[in-house]
Nanobody, 118 residues
């Protein structure tokens, strides 16, 4: 079964850190560019960070630059999102997304809740 499973979400105080993980199963993630999206209540889903299939290229939303770091371990079929200096406005459901680099095939994870609050 092709799926992405996120973990690592939770409640953290402002200024704190969390590391999200996204484990791929049923497919080889090294053929996919991987991304993290987030969706806050009442808002549209937005791209947070993207990493190329090899890990050689990354992109970030302006709102998280300098605070978040996306990385991947293709040997473990896993992508990570290290989130530092968290702010209340980072509160959202975070989704992992995989897009094949050559064919029209995409996979979404089920999401993990991140809440930043004192």
């Amino acid at each position: 079964q092709v799926q992405l499973v996120e973990s690592g979400g939770g409640l953290v105080q402002p200024g704190g850190s969390l590391r999200l993980s996204c484990a791929a199963s049923g497919f080889t993630s090294s053929s996919y560019a991987m991304s993290w999206y987030r969706q806050a209540p009442g808002k549209e889903r937005e791209l947070v960070a993207r990493i190329s299939s090899t890990g050689g290229s990354t992109n970030y939303a302006d709102s998280v630059k300098g605070r978040f770091t996306i990385s991947r371990d293709n040997a473990k079929n896993t992508v990570y999102l290290q989130m530092n200096s968290l702010k209340p406005e980072d509160t959202a459901v975070y989704y992992c997304y995989a897009a094949h680099v050559f064919i029209a095939r995409q996979v979404w994870g089920q999401g993990t809740q991140v809440t930043v609050s004192s």
